[in-house]
Structure formats: C-alpha cells, structure tokens
C-alpha cells in the first residue's frame, strides 16, 4: 500500500515537473517572440529615421543644384549684358565719330547746290552717292535724325547756338539747323545745333 501511494506521489510530482518545464518552455517563446518584435520594432524605427535623414540630404542637394544654376545663370546674363554694353558704347563712339564725315558731306553738297557750275557733274554725284551711303549705313546700326527745322526748341535734344526775335511766333521754334542731331535707337547720339527763333519781347509800358 505504501508503495502504491509512494508511486502515485512520485508520478504526481513528475507531472508537476513536466508542467513546469512547458509553462518555462512556453514563457521562454513568448519572451523570445516579444524580444523579437522589440527588436523588429528597434529596426524599423532605425530605418525611418535613417530615410528621413537622407531624404533631407537630399533635399539640401537639390536646394544647393538649384541655387548654384540660378547662380550661374545670373552670371551668364551679366557677363551677356556686360558684353552688349561694350559693344553699344564701341559702336555709339564710333557711329559719333562718323557723323563728322556727314556734315561736311552735307555742307559740300549745300555749297554745289548754289554753283549751277558743278550740279550735275559726276564730281556732285559722287558726293551724292557717298553721302546716302553714308544715310543707309547710319539707318542700318539703328541711327536716325533728329527733326528740328521748324520744331518747339526742347533744350533735351536741341543746343541753341544763339537765339533771335522772330516776330510771327509765339513760342521759342528752331528756325535753322547749323549741326544735325541725331539718335541711336532710342537713344540721343548728339544734340541738334541750331539757331531758335522766340517771340518779340512784350513793349515796356
């Protein structure tokens, strides 16, 4: 009887053994499973940051691309522009320069048109033909005269050589042209010298 019940007691306290290791057993997964997903968890947190990290590298990249063609481009229409300037300052002295040759091209086909003696001689003609070459050249690098004859005297574009009483005007007009103006583009290229004609003065009472 006594080993009946000493056997009864030693396979109970197997089976509390064997339940003990189970329950150890299965804590120990479910410690390992919550241990990896801790470490899972850890992982990806890593990852997301280090994404974020390199989509802000990223970012000031693309930022500092932009800025350095921005920049580039900026220099590009400078030195483009500082080019021009140099070119149209080049251009203006020499186009001044030669508005010398027009006027005495001018003067010399005024003085042939009061010698009835050298109108029509290939002399005047060659002067001619030289001279509205000249007019086309001066048109073709955008230069055009000024209309002053006749026109209210505009101190901007007009330098008065002297002034004289008129007595059917009004108001200050130029009535003779000594010196042509002339501009370049939009642009004044040389003022008109000219003689303004002005109103009588008003009688002293």
Do not use: C, W
């Not at 030693?10 to 290791?21: A, L, P, V, W």
């Not at 050298?118 to 050249?137: A, N, P, S, V």
């Not at 007009?158 to 005007?169: G, R």
């Amino acid at each position: 009887m006594e080993e009946e019940i000493k056997e009864t007691n030693e396979s109970g306290d197997k089976e509390d053994i064997n339940k003990e290791k189970d329950e150890e057993l299965e804590n120990n997964e479910e410690n390992k499973e919550n241990s990896n997903e801790e470490s899972s968890n850890d992982e990806v947190s890593e990852l997301k940051k280090k994404v974020e990290e390199l989509q802000q590298e990223a970012s000031d990249m693309k930022n500092k691309y932009m800025y350095a063609m921005a920049e580039a481009e900026n220099i590009r229409k400078r030195t483009a522009k500082e080019k021009t300037d140099a070119i149209k300052r080049a251009n203006k002295g020499l186009l001044l320069s030669l508005l010398t040759f027009m006027d005495n091209f001018e003067r010399a086909l005024k003085a042939g048109e009061k010698d009835e003696n050298i109108q029509g001689t290939e002399y005047y003609k060659g002067i001619e033909l030289i001279h509205k070459q000249f007019i086309d050249f001066m048109h073709d690098n955008g230069v055009s005269e000024i209309e002053s004859l006749g026109e209210e005297f505009d101190p901007n574009v007009h330098e008065a050589l002297t002034m004289i009483e008129v007595p059917e005007l009004d108001k200050e007009k130029v009535v003779e042209v000594y010196a042509k103006g002339y501009k370049l583009n939009d642009e004044l290229l040389r003022t008109a010298k000219v003689v303004v004609g002005k109103p009588p003065a008003a009688p002293k009472e």
